[in-house]
């Protein structure tokens, strides 16, 4: 049944997500010249995860200001040699030291076409939003959590102890990015 793959891709999709969404952040830079925060700019990391008969290719940006985030998880479509957006989140923070203190204000989550392809276009739920808590809840994501951060060079190091178990040992609790653009570069 049609419809029962397309149910089955988008939990792929889903879980897939859970790997993407890791959102984290960086250290302030004293070398640049607008004195904006190492972490000011955007970061990517890309995986290809495995899936039956083929491979899968996702894309983690993260771009920051002095106080915000927005993470988006991509995947690419090698039919059109271009990158969909998939997931985004986006949020607030407060630093101290190496950690940062976020808060989710909007997730979201891309259409899909009749052949479970997302169309890229992504709904965003705020917390007056019923979906905001749906999203939060099957992506296991916390409303407001901590991360800490290290940049070094074109290196940003984030971790997230997502099982709150007191270490960032776990599979996707510890990701590298590296800076595409902003501050510094």
Request: hydrophobic share 30%.
């Given at each position: 049944?049609?419809s029962?793959?397309?149910?089955?891709?988008a939990?792929?999709?889903a879980?897939?997500?859970?790997?993407?969404?890791s959102?984290n952040s960086?250290?302030?830079?004293?070398?640049?010249?607008?004195?904006?925060?190492?972490?000011?700019g955007?970061?990517?990391r890309?995986?290809?995860?495995?899936?039956?008969?083929?491979a899968?290719?996702v894309?983690?940006?993260?771009?920051?200001?002095?106080?915000t985030v927005t993470n988006?998880?991509q995947i690419?479509n090698?039919?059109?040699?271009?990158?969909l957006?998939?997931?985004g989140?986006?949020?607030t923070?407060?630093?101290?030291?190496?950690?940062?203190?976020?808060?989710?204000?909007?997730v979201?989550?891309s259409?899909?076409d009749?052949l479970?392809?997302?169309?890229?276009?992504?709904?965003?739920?705020?917390?007056?939003?019923a979906?905001?808590?749906?999203?939060?809840?099957?992506?296991?994501?916390?409303?407001?959590?901590?991360?800490?951060?290290?940049v070094?060079?074109?290196?940003?190091?984030m971790?997230?102890?997502?099982n709150d178990?007191?270490?960032?040992?776990?599979d996707?609790e510890?990701?590298?990015?590296?800076?595409e653009?902003?501050?510094?570069?």
């Open positions: 049944m049609k029962l793959g397309f149910v089955n891709y939990r792929l999709l879980g897939i997500s859970l790997v993407i969404f959102f960086c250290k302030k830079d004293d070398d640049n010249n607008n004195n904006d925060p190492a972490y000011v955007t970061w990517s890309t995986d290809t995860i495995p899936v039956d008969t083929f899968l290719q894309k983690d940006l993260l771009t920051f200001t002095k106080t988006m998880g690419y090698p039919d059109t040699d271009e990158w957006d998939l997931m989140m986006k949020g923070f407060t630093a101290s030291g190496k950690t940062l203190d976020i808060t989710v204000d909007q979201g989550i259409d899909f009749t479970g392809i997302p169309s890229g276009n992504i709904q965003y739920f705020t917390k007056d939003d979906e905001f808590n749906l999203v939060l809840n099957e992506l296991d994501q916390k409303e407001n959590f901590q991360a800490e951060y290290n070094s060079g074109n290196k940003l190091t971790k997230v102890d997502d178990d007191g270490d960032f040992t776990d996707g510890t990701q590298v990015y590296t800076k653009s902003g501050s510094g570069m």
